[in-house]
């Protein structure tokens, strides 16, 4: 199951809202009667709620001092909007999944495993705690639970600025439930962007962002396929949709930090895109693999990894090949001989000089 950053209530508050009537089946055709957003308080009534269960659930950050000093940082540059009072508080829960989300009222919860993930680096701290810092500033539980009534009662006016608007009748559940679905990867990526500017003006390159999205892409067990029906974006949907965004933060904290060492986030992290790899015979009727692949912040060599499978079991230890990644765009090749199994599939890995995974793509039709 890929991993996945949260947003508040994913797994507690979804209950709330379907005893609160607002099942994703089916839609009315009476318009509903939306409260403006200075007036609509649902989201900190269930947060308040809900605080005293997730309280019990979590402990103290004590142990993560990096996570604590990212957090205090980063919440000095939120803009929140007049009016509105958060007591911002970071806590960990211990149960060792890869995730984090945040609650209306300003608390942000990180699960213990992707706590671990972030260890002491402040830059891949900050990649988490902004995302779920934007969620709540932006209140995005609010917006989500306003577009399900939506589209429950079959009407879309914007509501606390929702980036889309529903059709104005649903004739069955699937329908309700991909434009939701569209609806909140849209959520994700606003969240993203905004965090990408508030990491910049906190002093964290904006590079650890993409970097932390291709590390738990690589603790992620098998490919998951991208679906109509996600709540997510994918990783790779990510890089691609937010390439400006961290074009336009970047270019902020250049002009903030100069010296990048200097930064709260130190330098920023080696970061290396690779895109899909191309599969194609080539005259020795051998299966060549093409990885193009892109670096930044690269100080010596990556490692890149060929790994194959057949049958859903690993073959070997992979093929290697080491580059300096020194040119804009650098491409790697791989052969396999002309009898590779027609079940067999593969991936390719880049790998750090400590052998931590840069990037992961998997390797589409291989055994033709």
Known sequence: ?????????????????????????????????????????????TAARLKPELMAESTTANRYAAGRRAFEKLTEQAQVPRGRKLAWELRIVEDGALNAFSSP??????????????????????AILSHEIAHTIRRDWA???????????????????????????????????????????????????????????????PDFVPALHHLLNAQTAGRAASSIFAMHPCWEERDHELDHAYVAASIAFDRRWPEWYASPGGNPPTLVFADEPNVKKNRAREVEI??????????????????TYSSGK????????????????????????????????AEVFVLDGQGTVLSRAAVPKLGR
């Open 314 to 345: 690993r073959s070997g230890d992979g093929v290697r090949q080491i580059t300096g990644c020194t040119s804009p765009r650098t491409t790697i090749t791989f052969a396999l001989a002309e009898n590779t199994p027609k079940e067999s599939s």
């Open 143 to 205: 917006r989500r639970f306003l577009y399900m009534e939506s589209l429950r009662r079959g009407s879309g006016p914007v509501v606390l600025g929702d980036p889309g608007v529903p059709l104005a009748d649903y004739k069955d559940a699937t329908a309700v439930s991909e434009d939701l679905a569209r609806f909140c990867r849209g959520l994700e990526l606003d969240a993203d962007a905004d965090s990408l500017t508030m990491m910049a003006a906190a002093g964290y390159h």
């Open 290 to 307: 093409r990885v193009p692949m892109r670096c930044q912040n690269l100080v010596g060599a990556v490692e890149v990894v060929l790994q």
């Open 105 to 126: 009222d300003g608390s942000v919860y990180v699960e213990s495993g992707l706590a671990d993930l972030a260890g002491t680096s402040a830059g891949l701290w900050a």
């Open 1 to 45: 199951m890929p991993v996945r950053m949260r947003s508040f209530g994913s797994h507690r508050v979804v209950a709330a809202i379907v005893l609160f009537g607002v099942p994703l089946i089916g839609a009315a055709q009476q318009a509903p009667v939306l409260p403006e957003a200075n007036k609509f308080d649902f989201d900190m009534k």
